[in-house]
Each structure stands twice: as structure tokens, then as C-alpha cells.
């Protein structure tokens, strides 16, 4: 049994305004597709129009790198496949910026709970 869920955030390469409705919609339903191929289930996903949002929940052989690694890279070639004109507006050959923030998500307490619980646990607090 495991629970290990991630909320991650990634812009769009150079922080272009490119994600449309439609773009968008489309960015959901293959992040459906890839987080299914893998069996990790996606929780919600929403974005603005230059970064992306998902909270994903995985199993632990998966490093969270290699969850970003995964939904970035293949999403990214699906939208230049879909959307061809989108590579008029970046450079590079990137839809996505190289990097990306990542937080824990707790499904029973949260961090200040867990915090102190360890810190009860300490032997040398309590002398």
C-alpha cells in the first residue's frame, strides 16, 4: 500500500502565453494517456496560458524526476505534432522550460503534524 502524490508546476518554454483552450484541452486528455501508460493517477491538472499544473498520485519505484521527465517529454512532442504553428513561437525545439517545482501531497497530516511528531520522537529533546 503506498500514497505518494505530487502537485508539480512547469512553464512553457520562455514563459510564452501559447496555451490555448484548445491547446489546453488537448494537454489534458495526453496527460490522461501518458499517466494511464503507467498507471499513476492523475488527481486534477489545470493551467494558464504559459505554465501547467498536475496533482498525480505513483507508485514509489518511480523517482519524481522521472514522473516530470515522462509527462513533459511526451506531452511536449504530442503538442508539436497537434499543433505544428506552435513551434513558430518557441525556439529551440522545447514546449516545455527545463525546470519545475514539485511539493509533496499529504493525504492524512499535514507537514507542521508530521514535523512535530518527529520531533517527539527525539530521545535527545527529552532529556
Known amino acids: ?6 502537485h508539480i508546476v512547469w512553464p512553457v518554454k520562455y514563459r510564452k502565453t501559447i496555451i490555448t483552450r484548445e491547446i489546453g484541452s488537448y ?5 490522461q494517456e501518458i499517466a494511464g501508460g503507467y498507471q499513476w493517477e492523475i488527481e486534477t491538472q489545470g493551467m494558464e496560458t504559459d505554465h501547467y499544473h498536475i496533482q498525480i498520485c505513483v507508485q514509489p519505484r518511480f523517482a519524481p524526476s522521472t514522473v516530470v521527465e515522462k509527462l513533459k517529454s511526451y506531452s511536449a512532442r504530442a ?3 497537434r499543433f505544428p504553428m506552435v513551434k513558430n513561437r518557441l525556439w529551440g525545439g522545447e ?9 509533496t501531497v499529504g493525504k492524512m497530516l499535514n507537514a507542521g503534524q508530521v514535523k512535530h511528531y518527529i520531533e517527539d520522537q527525539d530521545i535527545t529533546l527529552k532529556l
Open 27 to 31: 494537454i489534458k486528455q495526453i496527460m
Open 95 to 103: 514546449f516545455w522550460a527545463n525546470g519545475y517545482c514539485i511539493t
Open 79 to 81: 503538442v508539436f505534432k
Open 1 to 6: 500500500m503506498y500514497f505518494i502524490q505530487y
